[in-house]
């Protein structure tokens, strides 16, 4: 029997799932990114963490999906890597957002936008991203992410706009201080992740209207600064996946219903959309 091979990547984690025989087998390893991993490293990793794991079953078919991926030198990198990993394999590698809209759209024209970490969006044609708002990193940009929804947490615990009752609930979760946080933030690696960190502390605290201040402006201007760029807006479904947009849907909901927009799908991971995506192509 020939398996498939679908790998959902970000900059930290890895989620590969094996489709064939029986049932699905799912393999979690750091996240695969030749910004962050040598071409040697990622070969050690996916033979010794994924190919070991498998090397009894006939790989036919290899889907990548990552971040840092619509550089087509880290892409060749990547599909390099997977050929000498499962020779026998076809291999496809593409960005998180085909990902996304593959799971969101299927075959099916719409929007599609990533709110987890970071922010990203594009108008899928029915097999391709033809547009793309472009981003512009967690400093400048990544609106409704993570990332930038942290940022706000911080600054208004930082500038003291929090009433006494969010300070006290901030202090009492996080036990940081002033210096701590800027340490984080401009001496340490990684710091969009750190701050997608303190998203959490709204989803902990809604109903309380400075929170819920927070949601909707960081969710606006994304719908503002990318959303609104695409004329297809308007007349096809706005769809999203990512933890910000799973766990905020109700916040999207009603900016869609308020821009008179309609919301499509909201999914946390999209795998269980790209496992849907590929059984269904390799059936046809």
């Known amino acids: 029997m020939a398996y498939t091979i679908i790998a959902d990547s970000g900059a930290t984690k890895c989620e590969w799932t094996i489709i064939g025989g029986a049932k699905n087998k799912t393999i979690f390893t750091i996240g695969i990114s030749p910004y962050f991993l040598s071409k040697s490293q990622i070969i050690e990793l996916v033979s010794t963490q994924v190919a070991q794991k498998i090397k009894d079953k006939e790989v ?9 991926l619509s550089n ?4 060749a990198i990547v599909k390099k890597v997977l050929k000498t990993c499962f020779a026998n394999a076809a291999i496809e590698v593409g960005t998180d957002l085909l990902a996304a809209a593959r799971a ?19 108008f899928y044609n029915g097999k391709k991203i033809v547009k793309n708002s472009p981003g512009i990193g967690y400093v400048l940009g990544d609106e409704g992410s993570g990332a930038y929804l942290g940022k706000k947490v911080v600054q208004y615990f930082l500038y ?13 979760k996080f036990k940081v201080s002033r210096a701590d946080i800027l340490n984080a933030v ?5 710091p969009s992740r750190y701050l997608a960190g303190f998203a959490m502390f709204l989803a902990e605290n809604r109903g309380h209207y400075m929170v819920e201040n927070i949601l909707e402006d960081g969710l606006n201007d994304f719908f503002f600064q990318h959303i609104y760029k695409y004329k297809e807006s308007w007349s096809l479904p706005i769809h999203f996946v990512g933890s910000v947009a799973h766990g905020f849907k109700d916040v999207l909901k009603d900016l869609c219903t308020g821009y008179e927009l309609e919301l499509g799908t909201v999914l946390k991971s999209p795998m269980p959309g790209l496992i849907q995506f590929h059984k269904q192509n390799a059936a046809k």
């Open 104 to 122: 969101l759209c299927g075959t099916k024209k719409g929007i599609a936008c990533i709110l987890g970490t970071g922010s990203n969006s594009g």
């Open 186 to 190: 401009y001496k340490q690696p990684f």
């Open 160 to 172: 003291e706009t929090f009433d006494a009752e969010l300070t006290a609930q901030f202090t009492d």
């Open 72 to 75: 087509a030198e880290n892409a």
């Open 60 to 68: 036919a078919n290899v889907f990548f999906y990552g971040t840092g």
